[in-house]
Each structure stands twice: as C-alpha cells, then as structure tokens.
C-alpha cells in the first residue's frame, strides 16, 4: 500500500502521488512541471530553429547523418549481415 500511496504517480491525480495532495504541496509541483516545460519547449525550439538554419546551406537540404543516395543492397550484403536465408 506505501507503494500505491506515496511512489506511483496517478493519471486522475495529475500524474502526481497520492501523498503529495494529502501534504497538500500539489499545487506548487503542478506550477513547478508547468514551468519545466515551458523551459524544455523554448530550448527544443531554439535548438530546432539552429538545425534549420545550419540544413539549409546553400538552398538545400541536407538531413544530418543520412546517405544522400540509397545503399544498393547485393545478395551477398544480405546473407553475410543477416545469414543465409
């Protein structure tokens, strides 16, 4: 039971313990994870806006980490990574 009450967090209670409205701080953690996020989300957004501007050299994009041209996979590239079939 100290389990239910006092660690697991419960969708109708706000994703908070059920302790946490018993010490009556509910409030105060709601305006505190609100906050976080709202942080999270600018920092998200700058960090996205960068991607942008940094993938649009030269008019194009360019995806970070990707084969601009597809691998051309061979039989023999497919039974030695993934055995004889």
């Known amino acids: 039971m100290a389990y239910y009450n006092e ?3 419960h969708s109708a ?4 313990r059920p302790v946490d ?3 009556g701080n509910s409030q105060a ?3 505190e994870r609100k906050s976080k996020l709202r942080e999270a989300a600018a920092r998200r ?3 996205n806006r960068g991607k942008k501007e940094i993938g649009l050299a030269n008019g194009t994009p360019e995806l970070g980490g990707v084969d601009k041209e597809p691998k ?5 590239d ?3 990574n993934c055995g004889a079939l």
């Open 29 to 31: 953690l709601l305006s």
């Open 45 to 47: 957004k700058e960090v």
């Open 21 to 23: 409205y018993c010490l």
């Open 13 to 16: 209670l706000e994703y908070l």
């Open 7 to 9: 660690e697991q967090l």
């Open 78 to 80: 497919i039974d030695k």
């Open 72 to 76: 051309q996979w061979r039989r023999q």
